[in-house]
């Protein structure tokens, strides 16, 4: 592992003013063409059962995808909370490639179901927690993955890794950042094992490229931990199961100008190998006997 302290400018993002109306639950069902912005895909839970709805979850709404697939592309929405795979047997998945979605509260990504969050471009903003595998119900299996390769995930509480409580049990939680930027005010990898009634509770993290940005002020705490999670595997680069030289994962603690310390990890960029480079020798002398 790398560590070294360096000051960067101020990357801060505006906090979420948490709504004051009760949220009301929209369920994404997609007959349409599965987009978030098309009013049709939505349902609406008017308190006693669920009705058609040709309207958008707006700032006070809670949006759901249980066993659906949305596709946020542009524009910029708000929401009280998103919700993905709630209940057992639930597989649901959010796409966000464009444009701004805002969660003034809470992201859970797989309740009691498999939930998956995909970010490839655009900008998620969460108020809140953003809790993968926040369920609360005993003996519940499932996955719930995060995978970013580009854009900018703000996280203001959170990101839990995943979000175990005392009912918690054979949960996996897993975070690809293939590319783009995670900022977040705390991180946790939590694996819990060995009673019965918990038999397997697993979070990892695999960096191929992007940043992830933990605002602790405890930063020698913080890096400690981290380079253990680095050191049982749990925190890899490149999908490499270890890394026993400390070499892939660069673990940096720096300093804004107002004196706020905060935490980067990325993976190392990995050199040019010698077969690759044999094999690129090849291709040249090839194309020069072509001439």
Do not use: C
């Not at 009760?22 to 895909?41: C, K, S």
């Not at 006693?48 to 697939?69: Q, Y």
Request: charged share 15%; hydrophobic share 40%; aromatic share 8%.
């Amino acid at each position: 592992m790398f560590t070294r302290t360096i000051a960067f400018a101020s990357v801060g993002f505006a906090l979420l003013a948490t709504p004051s109306v009760r949220a009301v639950d929209y369920p994404f069902a997609g007959p349409i063409n599965g987009n978030w912005n098309t009013e049709g895909n939505w349902d609406f839970w008017n308190g006693s059962e669920i009705a058609d709805t040709l309207t958008l979850p707006g700032p006070s709404d809670h949006a759901i995808m249980d066993s659906t697939t949305a596709v946020f592309t542009a524009g910029s929405t708000t929401v009280s909370k998103l919700s993905i795979a709630r209940f057992n047997g639930n597989n649901g998945a959010l796409r966000v490639t464009g444009g701004m979605l805002s969660v003034t509260t809470e992201v859970h990504v797989g309740e009691q179901g498999n939930g998956a969050l995909y970010l490839d471009g655009g900008t998620l903003n969460v108020g809140g927690n953003f809790r993968l595998s926040a369920g609360e119900t005993l003996n519940q299996t499932q996955t719930s993955n995060l995978e970013v390769t580009g854009g900018v995930l703000n996280i203001t509480g959170g990101l839990e890794v995943p979000a175990l409580g005392w009912n918690d049990s054979s949960r996996n939680a897993s975070i690809q950042l293939l590319g783009g930027t995670i900022n977040t005010g705390s991180f946790s990898l939590k694996t819990f094992g060995g009673i019965a009634a918990f038999p397997e509770i697993f979070g990892s993290l695999n960096i191929t490229e992007g940043t992830l940005r933990i605002n602790q002020a405890d930063e020698g705490f913080r890096i400690n931990e981290l380079q253990g999670w680095v050191n049982d595997g749990r925190i890899t680069a490149y999908g490499m199961q270890s890394d026993p030289d400390g070499t892939r994962i660069l673990i940096e603690s720096a300093v804004e100008p107002g004196g706020q310390n905060y935490i980067t990890v990325t993976a190392v960029p990995e050199p040019v190998g010698l077969a690759g480079v044999a094999i690129a020798g090849v291709l040249m002398l090839r194309r020069r006997q072509a001439r």
